[in-house]
């Protein structure tokens, strides 16, 4: 079992309690739900950089990454940086994050914001725009292509957009429909977690162009984003890199500085 199947394997079983606590109507009714999204595409579209920031505490892959960095600074920095978009992960068990680290960057930033998280239930989708999130991460390898239809529609219908991660040919080949916005490819292998580039250089040629490419997963350096940037890429998901700084907005600015040169 590789670990994205073991998280999955949880994650059904915190979303089944989760429904019984919070009901579906009671989410409805959240100050939030009817906030108009903020596009993370149109930014995508108009930046030279591309970077969608990540607040990451921890990973299965790293272990701790940096505990001390609270979301407020983090997303305020974010914004002050330039980032076309805030990534937070709502993981408890594996990434140490919550759906309260989602709300506090809503209340603390205007960037659009991507609720990172294991989606196997719609639930969490109606979940995710009750919590102030723009955006949705669908993950190919853990849902069938009609749970991916069911899903990329459903958050369309709630004005999320939506962020569709594969890892190889065959996931590109289930999850190419028209209620996907971007398509991300993951440079991660989940069974080594070894990293490379190749992975999206590979896939980008057989990506429609009517989908914004998303590079995700080992960018940590300027290089590496102009290496993909010929290949049609034009995000560029980051976490590890500015979170293990003491200050990730800074090292954001920074970045973004040295891609701009």
Same mark, same amino acid.
């Not at 505990?67 to 974010?78: M, P, R, S």
């Given at each position: 079992?590789?670990?994205l199947?073991?998280? =999955?394997?949880?994650?059904r079983?915190?979303?089944?309690? &989760?429904?019984?606590?919070?009901?579906?109507?009671?989410?409805?009714?959240?100050?939030?739900?009817?906030?108009?999204?903020v596009?993370?595409?149109?930014? +995508?579209?108009?930046s030279?950089?591309?970077?969608i920031?990540?607040?990451?505490r &921890? @990973?299965?892959?790293?272990?701790?990454? !940096?505990?001390?960095? /609270?979301?407020?600074?983090?997303?305020? *920095?974010?914004?002050?940086? *330039?980032?076309?978009?805030?990534?937070?992960?709502?993981?408890?068990k594996?990434?140490?994050?919550s +759906?309260?680290?989602?709300?506090?960057? &809503?209340?603390?930033c205007?960037?659009?914001?991507? &609720?990172?998280?294991?989606?196997?239930?719609s639930?969490?989708?109606?979940e995710?725009?009750?919590?102030?999130?723009?955006?949705?991460?669908?993950?190919?390898?853990i849902?069938?292509? !009609?749970?991916?239809?069911?899903?990329s529609?459903?958050?369309?219908?709630? /004005? +999320?957009?939506?962020?569709? %991660?594969?890892?190889n040919?065959?996931?590109?080949?289930?999850?190419?429909?028209? @209620?996907?916005?971007?398509?991300?490819? /993951?440079?991660? !292998?989940?069974?080594?977690?070894?990293?490379s580039?190749? =992975?999206? $250089?590979?896939?980008?040629?057989l990506i429609?162009?009517?989908?914004?490419?998303v590079?995700?997963? #080992?960018?940590?350096?300027? %290089?590496?984003?102009k290496?993909?940037?010929?290949? *049609?890429?034009?995000?560029? +998901?980051?976490?590890?890199?500015?979170?293990?700084? /003491? !200050?990730a #907005?800074? @090292?954001a600015?920074?970045?973004? $500085?040295?891609?701009?040169?």
């Amino acid at each position: 079992m590789n670990i994205l199947d073991k998280i =999955t394997r949880d994650k059904r079983i915190e979303v089944n309690l &989760r429904k019984q606590l919070i009901p579906i109507k009671q989410l409805e009714q959240s100050i939030l739900f009817n906030k108009t999204a903020v596009s993370l595409v149109n930014n +995508l579209k108009n930046s030279t950089s591309g970077i969608i920031a990540e607040h990451k505490r &921890r @990973s299965p892959s790293k272990q701790v990454i !940096n505990h001390d960095l /609270n979301v407020f600074d983090v997303a305020k *920095g974010y914004e002050s940086a *330039g980032v076309c978009g805030m990534s937070v992960l709502t993981d408890g068990k594996y990434f140490g994050g919550s +759906l309260d680290d989602l709300l506090t960057a &809503r209340s603390n930033c205007n960037l659009p914001l991507l &609720r990172k998280e294991f989606i196997i239930d719609s639930y969490q989708i109606i979940e995710a725009k009750a919590y102030g999130a723009d955006v949705i991460l669908l993950i190919a390898a853990i849902l069938t292509k !009609n749970e991916i239809k069911q899903f990329s529609e459903l958050a369309k219908s709630l /004005n +999320l957009e939506v962020l569709l %991660e594969i890892h190889n040919e065959e996931e590109l080949h289930k999850s190419i429909m028209p @209620s996907i916005d971007m398509l991300g490819v /993951n440079n991660r !292998n989940l069974k080594t977690f070894n990293v490379s580039l190749e =992975t999206s $250089k590979q896939l980008s040629q057989l990506i429609p162009n009517e989908f914004i490419k998303v590079s995700e997963s #080992g960018i940590s350096s300027v %290089e590496a984003i102009k290496s993909l940037q010929p290949f *049609g890429y034009k995000g560029f +998901l980051i976490g590890e890199n500015f979170m293990k700084t /003491n !200050n990730a #907005g800074e @090292s954001a600015k920074q970045f973004i $500085k040295q891609i701009n040169l």
